[in-house]
């Protein structure tokens, strides 16, 4: 099972750290860090980004004037079968390196790209991996709905329409009485 695998991860890197978060433990979590991404690829915060080309374009038969107002799908993007197979299927294993190596590098954009991409995006994901690995190392996270019951509303960033609820289930570490 994913959380038991990111589990797993944590608590071996919290016993070579002697209990301790640090920032080297928490960027040296790759399994965790490939779940955060997959998830940002089947959800990104950020689903549609614009631009205004300086200069013409020629995409394949398609000429975009300068200035025209060009906005890409992220959401759209991050679910193209011809980028990703199956993807409405979460697999943190698509981010293995071998695996990214032939992705063409516009297919993943949680953080948009080029000049104007997010600049806290190390930050965030960082910020990410501090919340997370406490707790799926002290809780097992048990949802109460389920994913084929999201709606997702459209507003300044996507997000569920309702409130996602997920029951933290204390874990039992060594001879504790949890």
């Given amino acids: 099972m994913i959380q038991d695998r990111v589990r797993n991860e944590v608590d071996i890197a919290l016993q070579e750290n002697d209990e301790r978060y640090t920032m080297k433990l928490l960027q040296d979590l790759p399994y965790l860090d490939r ?7 089947l959800y990104p915060s950020v689903f549609l980004i614009s631009r ?8 394949q038969s398609y000429l975009v004037p300068a200035g025209t107002f060009v906005s890409l799908n992220i959401y759209a993007v991050h679910r193209d079968p011809n980028f990703w197979p199956n993807p409405e299927i979460f ?10 190596r032939n992705r063409h590098p516009y297919s993943y954009l949680p953080f948009s790209a080029g000049p104007r991409n997010c600049i806290g995006q190390r930050f965030a994901m960082l910020e990410l991996k501090a919340m997370i690995a406490p707790l799926v ?3 097992y996270l048990e949802p109460i709905d389920y ?3 999201l709606r997702m509303q459209v507003d300044l960033i996507l997000r569920p329409a309702h409130p996602l609820r997920v029951r933290f289930i204390p874990v039992c570490k060594g001879n504790s009485t949890l």
Avoid: S
């Fill in 35 to 41: 779940c955060i991404k997959e998830a940002l690829r």
């Fill in 52 to 59: 205004y080309p300086a200069e013409d374009v020629k995409l």
């Fill in 91 to 100: 697999d943190p294993d698509r981010f293995l390196p071998e695996k990214i």
């Fill in 137 to 139: 190392h002290n809780f």
């Fill in 147 to 149: 994913l084929k019951n």
